[in-house]
């Protein structure tokens, strides 16, 4: 429990637990989606019930990667160059979160993205099943954001836990904040990009101090914060 004593540890967690929130605004929609589909009696329980499930999958795929990560034995020689799976599975995450991140802005600045549909919902067991499986799609980006961003793997936890928390408390709230102000997913998904190249040249043994990308991460969101405050008040001027 040293580490909580180190304020580097507290901006890996408050950045940590900000993407992780930002980044399940996808799944979130998708759960209200779903859960609007039943009747209202049992909404609110689909919900809850999707997110708790949502976490659990969640933590035991972040086990299951950081377990993998600390493989670091060499497994593939290229010209001399040894890869072991953690380099793989950096790399390949890294290069996931690229493309991911560069296709999501794409679709949201040409205004071409898809609309998320959910099937007909018939039952509750249904549902659930429908916002496991999806989460399970929706998992891979937050947990690879989480091992690019931190090498603790109770910081790791800990956010993922909160994040899920704030969604089942402020849904709703929080849905609401990212559609009126979509440039904050913008940053989110820009913060990725540079967190996936990161994870790359990591993967080719090349270490990134990330305390650059805590920086950057407060940075962006202070002035991000800034420019919504200043709209505001200039759409209250007018």
């Known amino acids: 429990m040293e580490i909580f004593l180190h304020l580097d540890t507290w901006i890996a967690l408050l950045t ?86 560069i296709l999501e802005i794409h679709h949201k600045v040409e205004g071409d993205e898809q609309e998320m549909v959910a099937k007909n919902v018939r039952t509750f067991g249904y549902a659930i099943m429908q916002i496991v499986l999806l989460d399970i799609i929706f998992s891979f980006d937050s947990i690879l954001t989480a091992i690019g961003l931190t090498n603790e793997l109770i910081l790791m936890i800990i956010a993922v836990i909160v994040s899920i928390i704030i969604m089942m408390i402020f849904a709703r709230a929080v849905s609401d904040f990212v559609n009126k102000y979509p440039t904050v997913q913008i940053l989110a998904l820009s913060f990725l990009i540079l967190i996936g190249f990161m994870l790359i040249i990591e993967g080719f043994h090349y270490h990134v101090p990330k305390g650059y990308i805590y920086f950057a991460v407060f940075f962006s969101l202070i002035i991000e914060m800034l420019n919504i405050r200043y709209r505001s008040k200039r759409t209250k001027t007018t």
């Open 16 to 101: 940590l637990t900000f993407m992780e929130i930002v980044l399940g605004i996808d799944n979130i929609i998708f759960i209200s989606i779903v859960a609007g589909k039943l009747p209202k009696h049992q909404q609110k329980k689909a919900r809850i019930t999707g997110l708790s499930l949502a976490l659990i999958m969640r933590i035991l795929l972040l086990l299951s990667i950081t377990w993998i990560i600390g493989l670091t034995e060499p497994v593939l020689n290229i010209f001399d160059f040894e890869l072991s799976w953690r380099d793989i599975i950096l790399a390949a995450g890294g290069g996931f979160l690229l493309v991911k991140s």
